[in-house]
């Protein structure tokens, strides 16, 4: 037995040289990836500035993370969570339609191609540069960042549904119209039990992303929490960057829960 695994071995192509090449390259990318790296060694100061990131991530300010103002953690997260939300929803409903004339099974191709790459194109530009542009247009403020979040919407959520609908099980269709339903049967009874479940997930999913993004947002003075956070940074104020942060991670908990379970929820149908 031994000895006919030894001659099937022997008869087997052997590879260790192009896994040996693929090792070689990795290796080198690493070192070339590497030279453009400066290290820097880190003085006494930049110590004592990382002891005191820590101790004020540790020991928020708990007037400002209580604080029930409008310059407050809950109103901050408050407004962060809606230009998310809102922004979830308008990039959603342009989305709809844009997916479905990008979808090969239902228009012709020279379409889908074109509204194809129309979308790509929103996707490859990134939210940080939707928002420094819309801020000249709008001028800061929420306003900015929900134009932001609903064009950065519309890039990926009209890909995933496209995906959804070029997945349809066209054979219900086919018994619906053999049963003689009519347009509207057919939409509301084939189309729509296949559709909904995975365009809630997605929309579910991209307000996940969108609620981390518009914090990043703000950084560049499109609203929400973002912009006190990058000021209490600059001002080494670490108990409210502490605050800030605890605020975020408690909100982004509490809503990574929500989601799930209804995801789980309409994935089980």
């Not at 973002?226 to 502490?242: C, H, K």
């Amino acid at each position: 037995m031994n000895k006919a695994i030894a001659q099937t071995y022997a008869k087997a192509p052997k590879s260790w040289y192009s896994k040996l090449l693929v090792a070689l390259l990795a290796a080198v990318l690493i070192a070339w990836s590497s030279s453009t790296l400066q290290g820097t060694t880190a003085g006494g100061d930049g110590w004592e500035i990382a002891k005191r990131i820590v101790s004020g991530i540790f020991h928020p300010d708990k007037t400002l993370l209580f604080d029930l103002s409008k310059s407050g953690v809950a109103y901050l997260l408050l407004e962060t969570m809606c230009i998310a939300f809102l922004g979830t929803i308008v990039g959603a409903v342009f989305s709809i339609p844009l997916s479905f004339l990008s979808a090969t099974n239902l228009v012709p191709k020279p379409i889908a191609i074109v509204i194809h790459a129309f979308i790509m194109a929103i996707r490859t530009i990134p939210a940080f540069v939707y928002g420094l542009m819309f801020i000249r247009v709008t001028g800061p403020g929420a306003f900015a960042g929900l134009m932001t979040m609903s064009v950065c919407s519309i890039g990926m959520v009209s890909k995933m549904f496209t995906e959804c609908i070029e997945g349809l099980d066209k054979r219900i269709l086919e018994s619906l119209d053999a049963a003689g339903c009519n347009t509207f049967q057919k939409i509301r009874y084939g189309i729509l039990p296949q559709l909904f479940p995975d365009f809630m997930s997605t929309i579910i999913y991209r307000f996940d992303m969108n609620l981390r993004d518009a914090t990043v947002l703000g950084l560049v003075g499109a609203g929400g929490i973002g912009a006190p956070l990058i000021f209490a940074m600059s001002s080494y104020r670490w108990n409210e960057v502490g605050a800030i942060l605890a605020g975020l991670i408690v909100l982004i908990f509490i809503i990574e829960i929500i989601s799930t379970k209804i995801r789980v929820k309409l994935a089980r149908g």
